[in-house]
T-cell receptor, first 114, second 114 residues
Framework: DQQVKQNSPSLSVQEGRISILNCDYT??????FLWYKKYPAEGPTFLISISSIKDKNEDGRFTVFLNKSAKHLSLHIVPSQPGDSAVYFCAASVFGGSNYKLTFGKGTLLTVNP | EPEVTQTPSHQVTQMGQEVILRCVPISNHLYFYWYRQILGQKVEFLVSFYNNEISEKSEIFDDQFSVERPDGSNFTLKIRSTKLEDSAMYFC????????????FGQGTRLTVV
């Protein structure tokens, strides 16, 4: 039951270029979305989030776009840096109610080449 | 910067043995979670804990699992009788509020059941 899907297991980009990581979801109850970054042997680190009342949220080099009608979100990293090389997880949540959990996608391994 | 700490970083145990994974959440956080990631798979929610009781648990969190907050700082996950399929990275997380916004994750405990 993949409620959150990251269909690209890996992505390779050149330093300085844009990285675009994609995520799709199937559960229409999700209304809060997060991106986490994970380095090997470390836990996921929060990057950026977006509520369903917005379609864009920006934080420095990171921008998340949400298309509710398509149940799709994307993370843009501009410009990409070698230190951005990591696994990126998309996660979704129901804001409020009795739902306390994050539902994760399988992750996309981003490699930024110098 | 405050962080979630987990011990041990790696635990090897024999099938059928009990294990306790330990976590120290961020001190002013109120909500605590355990997630796990089997090698090559997605991060999966196990359980959330608030006000000294389980607030939500997944179907993975069966009678073999239990959580406890024995004092004001520690949060533990116990697996009573480990199975081979329990081998995974176990992540503890905490957040200041109930809606999983910006949950902070520990570095994980790699559990290997032999």
């Amino acid at each position: 039951d993949q409620q959150v899907k990251q269909n690209s297991p890996s992505l390779s980009v050149q330093e300085g270029r844009i990285s675009i990581l994609n995520c799709d979801y199937t559960n229409s109850m999700f209304d809060y979305f997060l991106w986490y970054k994970k380095y090997p042997a470390e836990g996921p680190t929060f990057l950026i989030s977006i509520s369903s009342i917005k379609d864009k949220n920006e934080d420095g080099r990171f921008t998340v776009f949400l298309n509710k009608s398509a149940k799709h979100l994307s993370l843009h990293i501009v410009p990409s840096q070698p230190g951005d090389s990591a696994v990126y997880f998309c996660a979704a949540s129901v804001f409020g109610g009795s739902n306390y959990k994050l539902t994760f996608g399988k992750g996309t391994l981003l490699t930024v080449n110098p | 910067e405050p962080e979630v700490t987990q011990t041990p970083s790696h635990q090897v145990t024999q099938m059928g043995q009990e294990v306790i994974l330990r976590c120290v959440p961020i001190s002013n956080h109120l909500y605590f979670y355990w997630y796990r990631q089997i090698l090559g798979q997605k991060v999966e929610f196990l359980v959330s804990f608030y006000n000294n009781e389980i607030s939500e648990k997944s179907e993975i969190f069966d009678d073999q699992f239990s959580v406890e907050r024995p004092d004001g700082s520690n949060f533990t996950l116990k697996i009573r009788s480990t199975k081979l399929e329990d081998s995974a990275m176990y992540f503890c997380a905490s957040s200041p509020n109930r809606v999983n916004t910006e949950a902070f994750f520990g570095q994980g405990t790699r559990l290997t059941v032999v």
